[in-house]
């Protein structure tokens, strides 16, 4: 007989192949890559359509730019791109504050998601929304995907939503 240590580790080489197993420990079918790398589920359901057609730099453009959309709604500011970034997440006058900057470490954190954003605008963004050949590599559209959930997960962390 199988102890639960057993089965969970059964369980637990099975997902981490993609392939799940149900409660009585059978393979259930294959996990969608979103799940996989655990995708924000808020992102627009357009996101994963354009994923799944084959336009990952559409789809990584899409998120960013949701992410842009909830920064500004957050904040109440109109201001988009590297300039919103840098403005709401300023450590010594933040409109959106991660956490209560009650030591050197959380400013420092505060500080590193202002250019986690930020870079995340220019770096990722702007090349998928400026460019006309970009590459639509599944791997490289997850990577900054599940960049972008982290980034929609901090947001969620510090109380804002």
């Not at 059964?10 to 392939?19: D, L």
Request: hydrophobic share 35%.
């Amino acid at each position: 007989m199988e102890t639960a240590l057993e089965f969970f580790e059964r369980v637990v080489r099975g997902t981490r192949k993609g392939t799940p197993m149900n409660e009585s420990g059978v393979q259930s079918g294959t996990l969608h890559p979103f799940e996989l790398r655990n995708v924000h589920p808020n992102l627009p359901q357009k996101v994963r359509k354009l994923f799944d057609d084959g336009h990952g730099a559409e789809a990584t453009f899409l998120a960013f730019k949701y992410i842009e959309k909830v920064v500004q709604r957050l904040s109440g500011k109109t201001e988009n791109g590297q300039k919103l970034m840098m403005l709401v997440f300023d450590r010594n006058k933040p409109i959106i504050r991660l956490n209560s900057l009650a030591n050197q470490s959380e400013q420092d954190e505060q500080e590193g998601y202002r250019f986690m954003f930020s870079g995340a605008v220019i770096g990722i963004r702007n090349p998928a929304g400026h460019e006309v050949i970009l590459s639509d590599d599944p791997d490289v559209c997850l990577d900054h995907l599940a960049f972008a959930s982290l980034l929609l997960r901090r947001l969620e962390r510090s109380g804002h939503k």
